[in-house]
């Protein structure tokens, strides 16, 4: 049974730093690293919308506009993890953060939460 755990959100202030992890279990390795890998957010009373994607290998990856030159995704096979690196965060990054598998996503975790707050 393929699980998806999120971790790593908290509280920070604006300008601060955090980052994500997403584990995979129910994976093999190789299962692992032939899925494109995915980031999402939902913020109170809004959709949930595009953060970052990751290629299988990770040799790509993209990233929604609001997010470009803030966050880093990456991603290792051999631990079948994929990170977001969250950096000069604002009040506008507080949502409910999800890993998606695959992109589109047909499969999430739980997702963890991110407030950014002085």
């Known amino acids: 049974q393929v699980q998806l755990v999120e971790s790593g959100g908290g509280l920070v202030q604006p300008g601060g730093s955090l980052r994500l992890s997403c584990a995979a279990s129910?994976?093999?390795?190789?299962?692992?690293?032939?899925?494109?890998m995915s980031w999402y957010r939902q913020a109170p009373g809004k959709a949930r919308e595009l953060v970052a994607t990751?290629?299988?290998?990770?040799?790509?990856?993209n990233y929604a506009d609001f997010v470009k030159g803030r966050f880093t995704i990456s991603r290792d096979n051999a631990k079948k993890t994929v990170y977001l690196q969250m950096n000069s965060l604002k009040p506008e990054d507080t949502a409910v953060y999800y890993c998606?598998?695959?992109?589109?996503?047909?499969?999430w975790g739980q997702g963890t939460q991110v407030t950014v707050s002085s």
């Open positions: 998606g598998k695959g992109y589109p996503p047909d499969y």
């Open positions: 129910g994976f093999t390795f190789f299962t692992f690293s032939t899925y494109a």
């Open positions: 990751i290629t299988r290998t990770g040799g790509s990856t």
